[in-house]
């Protein structure tokens, strides 16, 4: 009986692995040779091999690489702690019954559909720091003396990206809640109300136990693909001011396509996959332990 | 049978309005802006003084954003939505099968296969474009939508799988077996029973696959070459010139047509995403 | 009778395959275009060109591959690694493309005596600009000319003219009466690394430095170019770390800023913020700087380049000839810049122009005036550095931290001068 079972599982995961494979083991191998290599598109095309140089100058050589990763790691854990956040509670709210919810629900996706090179735009224009609508309103009620440089100063620009981050990413996660929430069956919150459950405890002992799997999956969802997004950040400040806002993501970017120092940009690739392999690898042991 | 009753977290429904409201305005502040933006025409766009009202309405921009001469729009939105449509409905096939295996079955290489799909998550960008624009010109499908949808797999089948597996693991235990013992195959088990009860899932991986492909830039910058199969975040994109003159007010219509397509395929599909779905099985 | 109907058919057969075999022989050669004008007129121009040449060469096919400049690049080296090679391509600085090996060389064809195309045809300094190493690599269509750019209102409220700012300290002396309140003299979109590095470039040729030179004896002149902008912090506004061009521009606008160093693109940008400072705005060389004994402004072009790769070269460099006759090549030019001919009137010039910017018509004509004379007196052109978005980068660095306060002039050379030599080595 185990054994058929086994068989069933894979004959129901072999399209996906099969596409994958087909799909991804080039690039994969490519990047991996890559890595192991000086090809830098400008000093004509002869590259050669160098071994393990490029890792190890970014691990112990490159001043910048440390800081890039610690970026990172603010990065992402800032942008899906807060996205989560608002997620969450937008998820409650929109499963309630209420007229018009299909019209609320499909306008929460704005955000998330909203064109990156639009939504820079914007967020430029709301954090600029000689007329942006963020100091204007703060002046007006008399919050700030001054403007500030918001995304022009190390300190305020990382509150104004990963503020720019959740607003683009949390509707995802209301989306993932919202699904999460229709498999929550109703006979457990009668037994639980009749017990006396009311308000924030019916909320903290009963719905979040019962949304765990589905915020463990999207959550290190919304982590991995949050590791590899550079668009925003690198439409908003480049990286800047200097390094400050500089991830592995956009690191990668400008070593292969500003530098065009494509062996060096392969190795920060493999070097950032092996973070978030190891990242995902102690999550996924987290859950385990406190499997349901 | 009030649903609002079992979620009793807001002690009143004004409460409720309240977050609502609040939500809203946050969620929809800059997409009011460009919205507003888009009726003024283009020099009223940068005035430094912010105003509240439109002197001037009009639909120049948004006549200029779809028309052949202005941004071309109504071609790329086509290719769009082809694109991202069939992305989705791609990875809703790969994603309920091996989701499926995933989430219900602890078999040998579990957590391996996990971990390969974060493996395969994790190569996007930049690096994979050249392997990637080689393999498309040897099978001769650059600048073709296929193409498209092909990479846009890459990106959302991992995820996909992962997020299906959250949803299956939820259905109740043994389910498959009971209706097994009554006479179902394996996969009229799974088609029958257990597929009916991960709804809400795979609407949320449909539209999250949608997207993914709806919102990707870079590749389809790299991928396609004319308006064949350009997609509209590219067609948005160029706008921006850097010499010529740029229609400001043409960008925020662009920015704004660009948005609808996937909030109104939205609206229509939610409605599949309301509680009742899994206490049904139990019953049976 | 019979024999002479064998021999009519056989003769119609005859003529029947004659024909054929012409209009197959006449096969169509697709020349593959990267055209990187994407913005609404600069594609009117390039559909309306297509039919044309269609029209007078119908063997010839035009197909174009449209990309922002911002992406150009990339995309060519992502095609070019891959083995797909265009043929035809719009290009500005062609060292990087250059360096890739990409390029196909000019001197052959622009030397031979059939060409319709001669070196002379264009000015020297914007011709120069496609010459690296002695070989040139694309043909100029327009150009674009670096200088001063004043609201002149600004200036005659507090009392300076045009004839004013001829040094660094008039500038500064300028400045000091122009800023007040939320009001600034200088714009400096520092925000970006091309044009953090930019600015300082126009600056640095005004007084006869490079900044790309890190040899001991420009130490000097190198220093003052950033003691320059340590003087100038009071007058620029400090939201400016933040800014690139775009927002540069909308500061010039409304007039929040009098002064910019901006090229001659600068028309077409602020037409579409508000062209109502067109009349308001005056071209000047950059002042010269206390090391400089006259000032020079930097020229590039924008023009026409074909791939290694490509295969029709011969046709590719046909097309070429022909948008760079006159008529071709001047309306091009009044869709973006300036004309890199030097056979064509500011009149007619400012008339084509008119077609695009119809209400500014007479003002911009000045302005177009204004950067002819910039180029014929001061013009020399743009130097060519390898590397240098590496470069840009670690500069952007250093510039945010002066112009915060937190690095002076000495500290900069220092540090730069490091950093440039170890992007050299590479």
């Known amino acids: 009986m185990i054994e058929k079972r086994y068989r069933v599982a894979y004959m129901f995961l072999l399209p996906t692995l099969v596409y994958l494979f087909g799909f991804q083991i080039y690039p994969l191998f490519e990047n991996i040779r890559l890595s192991f290599t000086n090809l830098s598109l400008l000093g004509g095309q002869e590259s050669r091999f160098i071994g393990w140089q490029n890792y190890r100058y970014f691990l112990f050589a490159d001043e910048k690489f440390w800081l890039i990763f610690r970026n990172t790691l603010l990065w992402v854990f800032g942008s899906v702690l807060w996205q989560f956040a608002l997620g969450i509670p937008s998820a409650l709210v929109l499963n309630r019954k209420f007229r018009s919810r299909g019209l609320w629900r499909g306008l929460i996706l704005v955000p998330w559909v909203m064109p990156v090179v639009v939504v820079s735009i914007i967020w430029k224009w709301i954090f600029d720091g000689q007329w942006g609508i963020l100091n204007f309103v703060l002046r007006e009620f008399h919050l700030l003396a001054r403007n500030v440089i918001w995304l022009g100063n190390p300190r305020t620009v990382w509150f104004c990206l990963l503020l720019a981050s959740a607003w683009k990413g949390f509707p995802y996660v209301t989306i993932m809640m919202l699904a999460g929430l229709q498999g929550i069956e109703k006979e457990v919150y009668e037994a639980a109300k009749v017990d006396g459950a009311a308000g924030f405890a019916l909320f903290r002992y009963i719905t979040l136990p019962l949304l765990q799997p589905a915020i463990f999956v999207s959550g290190l969802v919304a982590i991995v693909t949050t590791w590899t997004k550079f668009e925003l950040i690198w439409s908003l400040t480049e990286g800047g001011p200097g390094n400050a806002t500089s991830t592995l993501a956009t690191y990668i970017y400008s070593n292969s396509f500003v530098f065009y120092e494509m062996g060096k940009g392969a190795s920060l690739a493999v070097l950032s996959t092996i973070v978030v392999l190891f990242i995902s690898f102690f999550y996924i042991r987290a859950l385990r332990r406190s499997n349901v | 049978m009030e649903e609002g009753e079992c979620m009793r977290i807001f002690r009143s429904l004004r409460t409720q309005y309240l977050y609502l409201f609040l939500i809203m305005a946050f969620t929809l502040f800059p997409f009011f802006w460009l919205v507003f933006n888009s009726f003024k025409p283009s020099r009223e766009i940068f005035s430094a003084r912010p105003t509240l009202y439109v002197k001037n309405p009009t639909l120049e921009n948004y006549r200029w954003a779809l028309g052949p001469k202005g941004a071309n729009l109504g071609r790329y939105l086509l290719n769009s939505i082809l694109a991202a449509g069939l992305t989705s409905l791609l990875t809703i096939v790969f994603a309920t099968t091996g989701g499926y295996a995933l989430g219900r079955f602890a078999f040998w290489g579990r957590e391996g296969i996990g971990v390969f799909l974060v493996l395969s998550q994790m190569f996007q960008g930049p690096l994979i474009m050249i392997p990637w624009y080689k393999m498309a010109s040897a099978m001769g499908i650059i600048n073709t939508r296929l193409v498209l949808v092909l990479i846009y797999g890459t990106a959302t089948i991992p995820t996909c799988v992962w997020l299906m597996s959250g949803f299956y693991h939820g259905v109740p235990k043994d389910l498959e077996e009971a209706a097994m013992i009554d006479g179902c195959s394996h996969f009229g088990a799974f088609w029958r029973i257990v597929l009916p009860l991960v709804v809400p899932g795979i609407i949320a991986t449909g539209l999250y696959s949608f997207i993914i492909a709806w919102n990707d830039y870079q590749y389809a910058l790299i991928l396609t070459s004319s308006d064949f199969a350009k997609t509209v975040q590219v067609g948005l994109a160029e706008l921006m010139g850097f010499f010529g003159k740029t229609s400001w007010g043409g960008i925020m219509a662009s920015g704004v047509l660009t948005s609808l397509p996937v909030i109104v395929l939205f609206v229509v599909i939610q409605r599949y995403l309301i509680e009742g779905l899994t206490s049904g099985a139990v019953k049976s | ?187 400096y979109a520092a925000g970006l690394p091309r044009f953090a590095w930019r600015d300082a470039m126009i600056a640095g040729y005004s007084n006869g430095v490079l900044i790309a030179d890190t040899s001991p004896e420009s130490r000097s002149k190198y220093i003052e170019v950033l003691k320059w902008y340590e003087k100038l912090r009071p007058y620029i506004p400090p939201a400016a770390v933040t800014w690139s061009y775009p927002d540069m521009f909308r500061a010039f606008c409304q007039e929040q800023v009098a002064m910019i160093a901006a090229g001659s693109f600068f028309t077409a940008n602020v037409y579409a913020i508000d062209p109502g400072i067109v009349p308001k705005s005056r071209a000047i060389v950059y002042p010269k700087g206390p090391s400089a004994e006259r000032p020079s402004a930097m020229v590039a072009n924008a023009g026409w380049a074909i791939l290694k790769g490509s295969k029709a070269k011969d046709v590719a460099w046909f097309v070429i000839e022909d948008l760079s006759e006159r008529d071709n090549l001047a309306r091009e030019a009044a869709v973006v810049g300036l004309p890199a001919r030097r056979d064509i009137t500011i009149d007619e010039f400012a008339d084509l122009a008119g077609i695009y910017y119809p209400d500014i018509k007479d003002a911009n004509r000045q302005l177009i005036e204004d950067w002819l004379s910039i180029v014929s007196n001061y013009g020399v052109p743009q130097a060519k550095i390898l590397r240098q978005s590496e470069m840009e980068v670690k500069f952007q660095e250093k510039m945010y931290e002066l112009l915060t306060g937190t690095l002076d002039a000495e500290g900069f050379y220092e540090r730069i001068v490091k950093d440039i030599e170890e992007i050299r080595k590479k």
């Not at chain 3, 002479?4 to 003529?15: Q, Y």
């Not at chain 3, 004659?18 to 559909?47: H, L, Q």
């Not at chain 3, 196909?104 to 622009?110: F, G, Q, R, T, V």
Request: net charge negative.
């Open chain 3, 1 to 187: 009778m019979k024999k002479t109907h064998d021999v009519l058919w056989f003769i119609a057969l005859f003529l029947v395959l004659a024909v054929t075999s012409i209009v197959w022989a006449e096969e169509k050669t697709t020349i593959r275009f990267v055209y990187c004008g994407t913005s609404e007129p600069e594609k009117a121009w390039s559909a309306e060109y297509k039919k044309d040449l269609e029209k007078r060469y119908p063997h010839i096919s035009i197909e174009y591959i449209y990309i922002p400049w911002a992406e150009q690049e990339k995309k060519i080296a992502i095609m070019t690694q891959a083995g797909d090679y265009p043929d035809l391509i719009q290009v500005q600085d062609v060292t990087t493309l250059s360096a890739m090996g990409v390029l196909e060389p000019l001197d052959a064809y622009i030397d031979s005596p059939n060409s319709r195309v001669k070196r002379t045809d264009f000015y020297p300094a914007a011709f120069d600009y496609s010459i690296i190493n002695g070989v040139l690599y694309s043909v100029p269509a327009h150009m674009t000319a670096y200088g001063l750019i004043v609201n002149k209102e600004m200036l005659a409220q507090a009392g300076f003219g045009l004839e004013d700012l001829k040094t660094w300290d008039d500038l500064l002396k300028v400045a000091e009466k122009v800023t007040h309140d939320e009001v600034y003299a200088y714009g």
